[in-house]
């Protein structure tokens, strides 16, 4: 279980980010946080990664609070994050280190097998296309075998046909052990088609402003009409200014966290 | 040429052209070189015919004296770069990695090093005389700069994406160092020691003309004042393929060790 109790995050520069957050995620659950620029989304997710710290507030797994990158939690960012001078393998294996070459070398087949890039061990990154570098960067983060998989709007460097291959790639491999899944993205269909709720936030401070829970069976249809009427309610949600309305049509909304 | 190969594949292709070709300009050069000096163009006390020089090298070898020469300029490049080398390279990492030091340490060594090193002659014979010291030192000093700078930018160019990477693996900064740092940023520090290389060369002949009483710089000096031009032409060629083979070697090293980065072709 993955508690948030009332974090806040000020940097430095006086910038509120984050006030007040409350949410707690029971295990094999998928949310999503969505919001526009500035909203405090990525703040949130590097807090829980442990990346960065709350001014105040906590947030613990299993009744353990976060002092640092914690063991049972794997990430994966935008940009897949590569060790370019390793090969594919050998990136998988990167957190490894502590287990015998044989665990590591089953563990690493096993997840090469789950993302389908079991002939690429030996290739380098710069080989690999970026779809093929995520599923690689997923590799590695499922590799450890987490309770929480956390990622940081992981296929907005893709193209749409790569991005939503992706998705339901990530599915499927969640179906497998059901982790939970925590996902920033401003990509309002992404949201949809993976999450159990999803929770919108606004800027000026970060806030959490409502949550919505998503019943619809999966997989789910993104043509369905209750998909779309969906889709209206939480863009309707995000309080999108004036300035932005072409990206409403293209189904993304602002850009970056 | 295109067509000459589509017509006769089978002959042609045979042969290595791409590694053929480049010879053609140099090799026509000295053929060229050869004629004009044996039909008396170009005079012998200006430029001795390249059969000349041959036999002067040939000469030089029976006798011991270019063993010698090589011998001796090789070892002051050795110690000289090995010196100035591993300086840079300490305060290239030190700098690289810790603001303090590099606040601290960075500005002075960036005045030093828009110092030309040569102007630096009359002071180090002052300070070393003109033994052997004084070379190695003006070849440290050469080699020094190209490595900092390039150890330096190479780690501070490294993707952060990559180290925020190795805390999430919990890496300990000794690990962060060896494992995410170094090879991240081997492929700049390798363009540091080509520079290295070449500034070693450099350094090394114009420390060996002016004063020396050995080494291939002294072996062309001391020709110059006996008029022996072929000589000179073959401390000269002396100085290429030894700078040629610095290179070489560096290549190798490239190949071996940042397969990975773009520089490089993968097979």
Redesign the interface.
Known sequence: MLHIKNVHKQFDNGFLALEGINLSIRPGEIVSLVGTSGCGKSTLLRIVAGLDFPTLGEVSIDGEPITGPHPKVGLIFQEARLMPWLRVAENIQFGLSHLSRLDRQERTEAVLRKVHLSNFAEALPRQLSGGMAQRVAIARALVTQPDILLLDEPFSALDAFTRTQLQDHLLEIWEGDYPTLLLVTHDVEEALVLSDRIIVLRPHPGRIHRELRIDLPRPRRRSSLEFQRLKEQLIGELDLSPAVPDLVKLGGVGSGG | MTTTLRHSPSRLSSLPWDRVIPWVVPAGLILLWQILAQVGVINSRILPAPTDVVQAAIRLTLSGELFKHVTISTWRAVVGFLIGGSIGLFFGVLNGVSRPAELLADSSIQMIRNIPHLAMIPLVILWFGIGDEARIFLVALGVLFPIYVNTFYGIRAI?P??I??G????LGRRQLFS??IL??A?PSILVGLRYALGNMWLTLIVAETIAASSGIGYMAMNAREFMQTDVVVVAILLYALLGKLADSAVRWLEKVT?????SQK?K
């Open positions: 993707d994406g990559l925020e990477m805390r999430v693996y919990g494992q995410v090879p991240g081997l940042i397969a990975w980065h773009p993968l």
